[in-house]
Every structure is written in structure tokens, then in C-alpha cells.
């Protein structure tokens, strides 16, 4: 008798919080791991966040498209898929603030995370009686920026030009734009890229907070480390 096809593969929910829409998946296969997981060792952002688009795309379901997600809920849906998949501990080392010794994690992601800011999908950003801006948390495409991000101001800039939604400019209510176009259509400095970026800090986020122990005797150091860019970790 020919094998039939066997699949014990749990379906596992997951509700995403700026869209409020359920999502399904089932964990990928090690051979589904293998063939697409090819960045494995590389901690460039791209690379992760173009593996996982491939893994969502074979092992989630179809109510979403992949380039409207924010940024946010594709992270949400990496660290859940990962989990459910290979098993919920990430190793992480860090340093100790006080005496640079390395302190190594165990980290079970799915307990600490923590969604803050819940309720808060926009934000008006007012510049002056002319300009505002409607201000919700970054698309998708942000996390292709992120290897490009080496400054402070390149952070506030790119976060900035992606949190922008709506553009309301006189009498006019403007839509239709990319990241890019805001850079080149709107004279913006720097008082009001720090305007957009505290109006976009305001909204809903996802940290990874973790109590931590120096583990050198002597020094002993607690803190409560937080993660926002974990995405290199899931590689
Ligand atoms: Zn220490």
C-alpha cells in the first residue's frame, strides 16, 4: 500500500492587533525550514524578513496581504510561527551595563511579549495651521529600511516618512504616496520629523521585556532589559 500523505500539523489563531483581524497558521516543516530558511546565520534584516514572508505565504492563511501588514504584526506573526515551530526559547547574549560581562538568555518569547499602547491605531500630528499629518504605526516596507538605519536621525527620518497615512495640506486631504515621495514632495527638517516620530511613539508597540541578573557574583547588576528590534533574532 502507497503512504497516503499524514498531516498532525495543529491550525494555531492569532489575532492582529492594528488590523483586529484573526489569522491562522500551522508551524513549517524542518524540510519547509530547510529550504527556504537559507539565511540562517546572517543577521541582515531583509534577508530574515524575505524568509519569512515565504514561510507566512506556505504556512498561514489567505485573509492577509503580506505588503499592508504593519510592521508590527509581520514581527507578531515571525515570533509566533518561529515558536509554534521550533520551539518557544530564543537564545539571546547581552551585556551587562555595569561590568560588560556577556549575560546569556533563555528567553520563552511568547510570555514577554507585551503589546503596549493597545487602543492606539493613529495619531493627528499637527506641523502648523496649513500642514498635519495622520500618523499610524509603520507598514511592512519599514523593515527594508532597517539595514539602511545607522543614525539617530535616520531612524526618526524613516520611521517618520513611513508612519505618514494621511497628509492634510490646506483644504486638501492627500493619500496617494510612498515614503519616498514624502521625502521629496515635503521640505521636512528636523523639528517636524521629531513632531511625526513622537507623535508615532505614542501609538501601539510590541516590546520583548525581560528581568535580567548580572550572573557575576560581585557585581550583580539587575536590570529590565527591553527589545524592540527582535526580528534579528528570529534568524
Ligand atoms: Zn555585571
Redesign the pocket.
Known sequence: MELPEINVLPVHDLFLPVQKIDFQFVPYTIDQERSILTALESEDVTAIVNNYIQLIEVCGSKNIEIEKLTAMEFILIAVNLRSKSKGEILDITTK?K????P?ELSVNIEDNIITDNADKVKDLCKIDENLSFEIVPVKMGFLYSIDKIKTQTDLMLETAVHSISKVFWKEDIFTDFTPETIKSQISLTYPIIKKIFESSAKLIKMTLKIDIV?G?KE???KENYVIRDFLKYLS
Open positions: 551587562c555595569k561590568c560588560s560581562k549575560i548580572c557575576d557585581c550583580g547588576h
